[in-house]
């Protein structure tokens, strides 16, 4: 390959354009711009002599061609002719180049599509929440129809398969909770109370909680990407066609699934909370397994396992339709495959630390 | 245009073997494809025409056998080295980058390997857009707003951006209608006619393998069982090509072609 070169003779009737080289894309730098500065200027007519040219393409012809056409007298004759006449078809006379918004304009208007935005998006979830309640009422009361063989699968792979992950997070919880609480609370003198501090907070609070993150994190993203590929590829589509809802074969059983699913891993959780709190108090403060769980029984009320039990199957809830929503919600392309899926997640962390606010000042008013 | 005799075929198959795991799906499979002609590839379902096209593009590595473009082998990290440049693909569905509009798409490979000033750039991508007969505003457009076929044209017009010699087209034709299947064809020959384009198209389309092929490699027992021009495969006695060009749909593809040849 040989660099694009050009030399302008004077003639009779105006000039000659020589041009040596490669004028291929590949090879082309600023000789282009250098030929049109030169013939900015220019009377009379334009003669191109291409006979010392290498390779020549649609990207060479039209630099040419825009530099010279004001002037050019004729095209050259053979193979380049035809490459210049196809390329002079193609060429746009003037690329009407898209007048830019000023920026405060755009400000405001991000702003404003934002807001609406969240409207849109707070009406979409009321309802998708209204089209599902009404979807799990009839699945309930025609249980024949529903899809069992998807909700014992989905109960396995967004539960069972959730089950280490939850054990492992809600024990190391537990320990920190306890190490914490046992530095702070012997400073007082009373670092017995590690037990009870241990007990009401993983009941109450964390295990819920971390379970609940998880289960955001794993099954909200799970879901929504999932159902969202099946829209992708139309099977969603398929599916109305074939006369399955979408609602009942999708949503319905990834819901109940995290219904059935959530409590049994929240529990878990708690014990490998408070098993974790209690192997740290054993390590640190000596306190044995028996005083341990007879304390356990004393002082933590049976009250606080029901609190975080009694949140379960509103997070599950949230959880499974976040996911659900957002998943249906995904366009042909894979840029809203993905904002959708982000949206789903951040949704549903969000709505499950709101929630549980919501939850601790009402308990609190009710002195439970 | 310099010396085109002393070069080798721009797309070279020899001995290519691929298989998945047991199953062998090509043995001792040779193709060339010769300058400036437009080489249909035809076969069966699962004789494994995406196979032999990945493997030439150097996506998939052969089990056996060499694969060169331009004399160069594909395969081989250091020899291929700048045959992307040359080379344009389109897939199926067009593959455009969803993230990107149109002409971002189309500019893309250009920005990649030329010094060319960007406004320059974005004029070329547009020109391309025209050239395969988009309106240039469908360069501000994202992919997922155009029709299959606008996807299709799209997806040409940025394996053409960097002007290649060599052009695959994989199906370029399947799903669209008649009249933009007919207007695919001519497009394709005026372009390998203007820019004197090397092309390789797998296709099931018989109308095109008529219009624009000048030579067809029919894939079968896992090699290419005949490169001919479509008249001498019409002869052929062996029995799938001579089901699939001499079937219902093959004679009346032909029947419409050589009508078209009698009006012009």
């Known amino acids: ?368 | 245009m310099t010396g085109a005799d002393a070069e080798p075929a721009p797309i070279r198959v020899a001995g290519l073997r691929s298989a998945f795991g047991e199953h062998l799906v090509h043995d001792g499979l040779d193709l060339e494809v010769r300058k400036g002609e437009i080489l249909g590839l035809v076969g069966g379902s699962g004789t494994g025409k995406s196979v032999l096209l990945n493997t030439i593009l150097g996506l998939k590595r052969p089990d056996g056998g060499k694969v060169e473009i331009f004399g160069r082998d594909v395969h081989d990290p250091d020899a291929s080295a700048g045959i992307e440049r040359r080379a344009g693909v389109m897939f199926q569905g067009g593959a455009l980058f969803s993230a990107l509009t149109v002409g971002q798409n189309v500019e893309a490979p250009i920005h990649e390997h030329t010094a060319l000033p960007n406004d320059v750039v974005r004029e070329l991508a547009r020109l391309k857009i025209r050239l395969v007969g988009l309106d240039a505003r469908v360069a501000d457009q994202m992919p997922a707003s155009l029709s299959g076929g606008m996807r299709k044209r799209a997806g040409i017009a940025r394996a053409i951006a960097l002007d290649p010699e060599v052009l695959f087209l994989d199906e370029p034709t399947a799903g669209l209608d008649p009249m933009s299947a007919a207007d695919f064809d001519q497009l394709i020959r005026s372009l390998c006619d203007s820019l004197g384009l090397t092309v390789l198209i797998v296709t099931h389309d018989l109308d095109t393998l008529h219009a624009i092929t000048d030579r067809i490699a029919v894939l079968a027992e896992k090699r290419v069982i005949a490169t001919a021009p479509i008249a001498e495969l019409q002869h052929s006695e062996h029995a799938w090509i001579k089901a699939y060009f001499n079937g219902p749909r093959g004679r009346a593809a032909e029947a419409s072609y050589s009508d078209e040849r009698r009006t012009h």
């Open chain 1, 1 to 368: 390959m040989s660099a694009a070169a050009f030399n302008i003779r004077k003639c009779a009737t105006g000039r000659i354009l020589e041009l040596s080289g490669d004028w291929s894309s590949l090879t082309l730098g600023n000789e282009a711009l250098e030929l049109e500065r030169e013939l900015a200027g220019a009377e009379g007519k334009t003669e191109l002599d291409l006979s010392a040219v290498g390779r020549l393409d649609t990207a060479g012809a039209y630099l040419v061609l825009k530099a010279a056409r004001r002037t050019l007298s004729s095209l050259p004759p053979g193979e380049a002719g035809k490459l210049f006449a196809l390329v002079q078809a193609a060429a746009e006379e003037s690329a009407a180049p898209a007048s830019p918004t000023s920026l405060i304009l755009q400000f405001f208007g991000n702003i404003g599509r934002g807001l609406a935005r969240t409207g849109e998006a707070a009406l979409n979830s009321a309802n998708f929440a209204g089209r599902l309640y009404v979807e799990l009422v009839r699945a309930e009361l025609s249980p024949e129809k529903l899809r069992k063989i998807a909700l014992v699968h989905v109960m396995e792979s967004a539960g069972v398969d959730a089950l280490p992950i939850i054990i492992v997070m809600n024990f190391f919880i537990g320990a920190v909770v306890a190490l914490v609480g046992t530095n702070l609370l012997a400073s007082l003198g009373v670092a017995v109370f590690t037990v009870q501090l241990v007990g009401v907070a993983v009941f109450r609070e964390f295990a819920v909680l971390i379970t609940g993150i998880l289960l955001a994190g794993r099954s909200a993203s799970s879901f929504a990407a999932q159902i969202g590929s099946m829209k992708m590829n139309q099977e969603i589509d398929a599916m109305q066609v074939i006369g399955v809802d979408p609602y009942r074969a999708l949503v319905i059983p990834r819901v109940l699934a995290l219904l059935i699913m959530m409590p049994i891993l929240t529990f878990a959780g708690m014990a490998a909370g408070i098993i974790g709190g209690f192997l740290v108090s054993w390590a640190a403060l000596g306190i044995g397994p028996l005083f341990f769980f007879s304390r356990l029984q004393e002082t933590v009320s049976i009250n606080h396992f029901w609190v975080g039990m009694s949140k379960v199957p509103v997070l599950a809830m949230l959880i499974a339709m976040a996911g659900c929503q957002h998943g249906l919600a995904v366009e042909g392309d894979v840029e809203s495959l993905g904002a959708e899926v982000t949206a789903a997640v951040v949704q549903s962390i969000f709505l499950i630390i709101v929630v549980d606010a919501l939850f601790a000042i009402i308990y609190m008013e009710l002195n439970i």
